[in-house]
């Protein structure tokens, strides 16, 4: 079953809007409801003088990726005419009324863009985005995302002894803690949730931030080199969850240390452990042989999970631009290499972690179907 997020905003017609192509509209908001599991769940009305209404709405996966999904529904319902458990049909709409509207659309130059924040709480991921839906040639309706960003949470949005409860769980690892340091260093490095209030399973804590596309836990190991028994048990866990131990977790390209972050926590120099560390990640396969691509025809990005390592050619070489439309298409990425992963991709200016290349082989040997493709051929898709 696909995961539901929650969508909430304003949809605003923009363009000139006559009551006629209101009219024509209204209908369509009835359908695009649907079942009342995905889609526009409650919305206001409109008229010439109200083009802006609040709406409440779900996605599967993802709000926007449903929005991209509306023209395939609205068919597929048109076709099929669903009946409600009486018999009596669902909606009334017609082809011939969904055609009329394309058109007045398309010949007005309408369009319908819905400004919204969407929370995904099974995957993670809390974003703001604008995008608009238009019929350019009048044969079909498209949804183009214009703006997206995540929405950071701050510890400010939670309750104190929720930023406690993350402290007791990392100081509990450590023999020898100073407190006020790693409470700074848990505000600055530690996603904020209230999870280690709710929770002390530790299978489910290392789950929910790999869910989240977030890993803590080998950025503390690096810091504060845990050493109780405590710790030994906490990593045999993570090692079940992602196949290796924490400090095996994550390539040097994903440890991007800021000093500013850390204030007054001092910071060991780890240049020389980091050139050497470097030489490790780089992959082997940089020269020759080639990476051990896995060629592929088609690409299901909703519902699939990524990681991505390496230098990537495509969004200036920003990878948290191409995480974003990852998840703007419904797919997740996360930070290190599970048997929930289903596609590993290599950036194609090289630099792959052959770290995450060795656990994807380890996962392999177990029965996972992970594919290891290039940049280039998840832009295809995308």
Same mark, same amino acid.
């Given at each position: 079953?696909?995961?539901?997020s929650?969508?909430?905003?304003?949809?605003? &017609?923009k363009?000139? %809007?006559?009551?006629?192509a209101?009219?024509?509209?209204?209908?369509m908001?009835d359908?695009?409801? +649907?079942?009342?599991?995905?889609?526009?769940?409650?919305?206001?009305?409109f008229d010439?003088? /109200?083009?802006t209404s609040?709406?409440?709405?779900?996605g =599967? !996966?993802?709000?926007?990726?449903? &929005?991209?999904?509306?023209?395939? !529904?609205?068919?597929?319902?048109?076709?099929?005419?669903?009946?409600?458990?009486?018999?009596?049909l669902?909606h009334?709409?017609?082809?011939?009324?969904?055609?009329?509207f394309?058109?007045?659309m398309?010949?007005?130059?309408?369009?319908?863009e819905v400004?919204?924040?969407?929370?995904?709480?099974?995957?993670?991921? /809390?974003i /703001?985005?604008?995008?608009?839906?238009t019929?350019e040639?009048?044969?079909?309706?498209? *949804?183009?995302?214009?703006?997206?960003?995540d929405i950071?949470?701050?510890?400010?949005?939670?309750?104190?002894s929720s930023?406690?409860?993350a402290?007791? +769980?990392f100081?509990?690892f &450590?023999?020898d803690?100073? #407190?006020k340091?790693l409470?700074k %260093?848990?505000k600055?490095h530690v996603?904020?949730?209230?999870?280690?209030?709710?929770?002390?399973?530790?299978?489910?804590?290392?789950?929910?931030?790999?869910?989240?596309?977030e890993d803590?836990?080998? =950025? +503390?190991? #690096?810091k504060? *080199?845990?050493?109780?028994e405590? %710790?030994d048990e906490?990593?045999?866990?993570?090692?079940n969850?992602?196949?290796?131990?924490v400090e095996?977790?994550v390539?040097?390209?994903?440890?991007d240390?800021?000093?500013?972050d850390?204030?007054d926590?001092?910071?060991?120099?780890?240049?020389?452990?980091?050139e050497?560390s470097?030489?490790?990640?780089?992959n082997?396969?940089?020269?020759e042989?080639?990476?051990?691509?896995?060629e592929?025809d088609s690409l299901?990005?909703?519902?699939?999970?990524?990681v991505?390592?390496?230098?990537?050619q495509?969004?200036?070489?920003? #990878?948290?631009?191409v995480?974003?439309m990852?998840?703007a298409?419904?797919?997740?990425c996360?930070g290190?290499?599970?048997?929930?992963t289903? *596609?590993?991709v290599?950036?194609?200016f090289?630099?792959?972690?052959?770290k995450?290349?060795d656990q994807?082989?380890g996962? #392999?040997?177990?029965?996972?179907d992970?594919k290891?493709?290039?940049? *280039?051929?998840?832009? =295809?898709?995308l």
């Amino acid at each position: 079953m696909a995961n539901i997020s929650s969508a909430s905003g304003k949809i605003t &017609l923009k363009g000139d %809007w006559t009551q006629e192509a209101i009219d024509a509209f209204e209908p369509m908001l009835d359908v695009w409801g +649907f079942y009342g599991e995905y889609g526009i769940q409650d919305c206001g009305g409109f008229d010439e003088e /109200h083009l802006t209404s609040d709406f409440f709405g779900c996605g =599967r !996966w993802s709000f926007s990726g449903t &929005l991209e999904s509306f023209e395939d !529904w609205t068919r597929d319902w048109l076709k099929e005419k669903p009946k409600n458990p009486n018999g009596e049909l669902i909606h009334t709409l017609t082809e011939e009324q969904y055609e009329n509207f394309l058109k007045i659309m398309c010949e007005n130059n309408l369009v319908i863009e819905v400004d919204f924040e969407d929370v995904e709480e099974s995957c993670g991921g /809390h974003i /703001h985005e604008i995008g608009q839906s238009t019929s350019e040639d009048g044969s079909c309706i498209t *949804y183009e995302t214009m703006e997206c960003e995540d929405i950071v949470p701050s510890w400010d949005e939670y309750e104190r002894s929720s930023l406690e409860a993350a402290v007791d +769980f990392f100081e509990n690892f &450590l023999s020898d803690a100073d #407190r006020k340091k790693l409470r700074k %260093w848990v505000k600055n490095h530690v996603m904020p949730t209230d999870i280690f209030e709710e929770c002390d399973d530790y299978e489910e804590i290392i789950t929910y931030f790999g869910d989240y596309g977030e890993d803590p836990f080998y =950025r +503390f190991c #690096r810091k504060f *080199y845990p050493d109780t028994e405590e %710790w030994d048990e906490f990593t045999g866990e993570y090692e079940n969850v992602y196949g290796c131990l924490v400090e095996e977790s994550v390539d040097d390209e994903d440890c991007d240390y800021d000093e500013e972050d850390y204030d007054d926590v001092d910071l060991e120099d780890d240049d020389e452990d980091d050139e050497d560390s470097e030489d490790e990640d780089v992959n082997a396969w940089d020269t020759e042989p080639q990476y051990p691509l896995d060629e592929i025809d088609s690409l299901e990005i909703s519902g699939s999970t990524f990681v991505l390592t390496g230098d990537f050619q495509n969004c200036d070489g920003d #990878r948290n631009q191409v995480k974003e439309m990852i998840e703007a298409k419904g797919g997740r990425c996360t930070g290190a290499v599970s048997g929930k992963t289903n *596609y590993l991709v290599l950036g194609d200016f090289g630099s792959a972690g052959a770290k995450k290349i060795d656990q994807v082989m380890g996962q #392999r040997a177990k029965g996972k179907d992970i594919k290891i493709i290039a940049e *280039y051929d998840l832009f =295809r898709f995308l």
